[in-house]
């Protein structure tokens, strides 16, 4: 049963950082690709960052390019979401995804993902 946890969402102030985890189980971490996505209240889910299976490559939403950083530990089964410079439009519930493939990839669209997590609320107050 594949399953993936996230944590490390909280309530911040303006131009705060925090750094999201997601912890996966039950599958081939390495084979997947990962992303990172948000859904506000209201809005529909969209993508943040994704990251290819081997870490080498990686693609940002133009709304969080040079504030966010998405890495990876295979090691540890792991994918980290960096976000620093936090804005009041960063509130919203983060999601992460996996897919699985055999290219050093990524996914920016939803549909492509095969797993989700429960997500993390991140609150940042102005």
């Known amino acids: 049963q594949v399953q993936l946890v996230e944590s490390g969402g909280g309530l911040v102030q303006a131009g705060d950082s925090l750094r999201l985890s997601c912890v996966a189980s039950?599958?081939?971490?390495?084979?997947?690709?990962m992303g990172w996505f948000r859904q506000a209240p209201g809005k529909e889910r969209e993508s943040v960052a994704s990251i290819s299976r081997g870490g080498g490559v990686t693609k940002y939403s133009d709304s969080v390019k040079g504030r966010v950083t998405i890495s990876r530990d295979n090691a540890k089964n792991t994918v980290y979401l960096q976000m620093n410079s936090l804005e009041f439009d960063d509130t919203a519930i983060y999601y992460c995804?996996?897919?699985?493939?055999?290219?050093?990839?990524?996914?920016?669209?939803?549909?492509?993902?095969?797993?989700w997590g429960q997500g993390t609320q991140v609150t940042v107050s102005s």
């Open positions: 039950g599958l081939t971490f390495s084979a997947n690709a």
């Open positions: 995804a996996a897919r699985p493939t055999s290219f050093d990839i990524t996914f920016s669209y939803a549909a492509h993902y095969n797993y």
